[in-house]
């Protein structure tokens, strides 16, 4: 009986992303890029009206200075958009790690809304002050990261790199040790993105010890001399 043909999906993938198109590049390396922290990012317009936009090109560049990258993209008629807008002409906004408490409201900022209408509102989010920057911060979020920004880096006409330095950390109780800073996950419960319309929270956790070279010899030594013991006996 004849083999069925190959479908893509056994044969693998090997390809010039130059030889794609912007959309299944975009689908590609999102689908292959998993999963991504999601930074709901709220920035303020010179006007005074709140923005609040999710992004998953997102992640932590440097400790001292800290250092956080977004990669915004461009809205569908190629315009930038607000987020992009406010923070170049502000230089101020604040990352809100989205979490399973805020993920559905997160995803309604999403939507591409009128610039005079605030996602804040429509989300039915709730605003505090912010400690150092101008842009409010989002009440309901566990935890946030007040920027200001560094530099944006055209990488296209579609998307932009912005860098921004963290001046001010803020977690609701019990997320974060204040001793020793170390992180509950159970208790932050951060969302990924995956691609398309799939999110993800975390699974079961494992843990991996990173070896000094020291304890790689003798990790080493130790299973060579088990392996001559099983071919003696």
């Known amino acids: 009986m004849p083999k069925p043909p190959h479908t893509p999906i056994e044969i693998g993938l090997d390809i010039d992303p130059d030889d794609l198109g912007q959309r299944d590049l975009y689908k590609l390396v999102c689908g292959l890029v998993v999963p991504r922290p999601i930074a709901l990012t709220t920035t303020m317009s010179v006007n005074g009206v709140v ?11 440097s400790e001292r200075p800290a250092v956080v990258a977004l990669g915004l993209n461009s ?4 315009s930038i958009k607000d987020t992009t807008r406010n923070i170049r002409e502000t230089g101020e906004y604040v990352i809100h790690v989205v979490t399973q408490s805020i993920a559905e ?15 804040i509102d429509i989300a039915r989010f709730t605003l505090k002050p912010s400690l150092v920057v101008s842009p409010p911060t989002i ?21 932009n790199i912005v860098l921004g330095e963290v001046v001010r950390i803020r977690t609701a109780p019990g997320i974060v040790d204040p001793e020793r800073f170390h992180v509950d996950i159970s208790a ?4 990924a993105r995956l691609f398309g319309n ?7 956790l494992f843990e991996l010890k990173r070896l000094t070279y020291s304890e ?7 299973k060579a001399a088990k392996e001559t013991d099983s071919v003696q006996d």
Not at 51 to 61: Q, V
Not at 105 to 117: G, H, L, R
Not at 188 to 191: A, E, F, T
Not at 198 to 204: C, D, H, I, S, V
């Open 188 to 191: 932050y419960r951060p969302v």
């Open 51 to 61: 923005n609040a936009a999710p992004f998953s090109f997102f992640n932590i560049f």
């Open 139 to 159: 009440a309901e979020a566990p935890v946030a990261l007040e920027c200001r920004l560094m530099s944006i880096t055209p990488l296209s006409p579609v998307r």
């Open 75 to 78: 809205k569908p008629d190629g």
């Open 105 to 119: 409201k997160a995803n309604v900022c999403a939507t591409e809304f009128p610039s005079d209408m605030s996602e």
């Open 216 to 222: 790689w010899q003798d990790k080493e030594a130790t």
């Open 198 to 204: 799939l999110y993800a929270r975390l699974g079961e």
